[in-house]
């Protein structure tokens, strides 16, 4: 949804400011709680029910999400730091655990907890990372950018010597 144009300005998490949502297994939004109110400015009648993409950033290349929805589809967690845009248009840094949900063997939907992320060094790597993607994402038609994103994704996190993206993902964690 792009209500308002974005305005490049950051909304900081404060530490207790825990951001948890729930979707179906399409991606589907089923819950949030306060805190994700607290920060995007989208009420629950805003955003349940609405694909979670309702949040996502244009600088955010499409292949970590491919990554995301791998993992999580074949019943694993994933480890990401994303960032996100508010309803006015502002955005926010958070890094989380994505996880399915479990009725006895089958995978019911996905939640997400999530805490902002504070390091402003580290914030600087991830969007230099993800624009760099972007922009080879942006070469490409639509239909061709999540095999191009994934692609390049993959090229870059080796360019700068880790193996995969979760390595370079967890070093938010130690922050
Ligand atoms: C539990 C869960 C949480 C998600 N959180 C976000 C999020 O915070 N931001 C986002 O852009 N996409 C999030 N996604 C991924 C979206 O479903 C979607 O794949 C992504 O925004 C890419 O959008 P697109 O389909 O328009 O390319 C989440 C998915 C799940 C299952």
Redesign the pocket.
């Known amino acids: 949804m792009q209500e308002t144009e974005l305005t490049g300005r950051e909304r900081p998490l404060v530490p207790s400011e825990i951001i948890s949502?729930?979707?179906d297994t399409r991606?589907v939004i089923t819950y949030i709680n306060k805190a994700f109110t607290q920060v995007t400015g989208f009420s629950r009648e805003d955003a349940v029910g609405r694909?979670?993409?309702l949040?996502?950033?244009p600088d955010?290349p499409?292949g970590l999400?491919y990554l995301?929805?791998d993992a999580?589809k074949s019943g694993e967690q994933f480890f990401a730091v994303?960032k996100?845009r508010c309803k006015n248009g502002d955005h926010y840094w958070?890094l989380g655990m994505?996880q399915p949900n479990f009725a006895g063997d089958e995978i019911t939907g996905?939640?997400?907890t999530r805490k902002g992320l504070r390091d402003e060094a580290l914030k600087a790597e991830f969007d230099d990372l993800y624009r760099a993607v972007r922009r080879v994402e942006l070469e490409k038609p639509r239909p061709r950018q999540?095999e191009a994103g994934h692609k390049a994704l993959k090229k870059q996190l080796k360019k700068h010597g880790y193996r995969d993206y979760e390595s370079f993902a967890r070093r938010a964690l130690a922050l």
């Open positions: 949502t729930q979707t991606g694909p979670h993409n949040i996502r950033h955010v499409r999400y995301l929805w999580i994303t996100n958070t994505f996905f939640r997400s999540v």
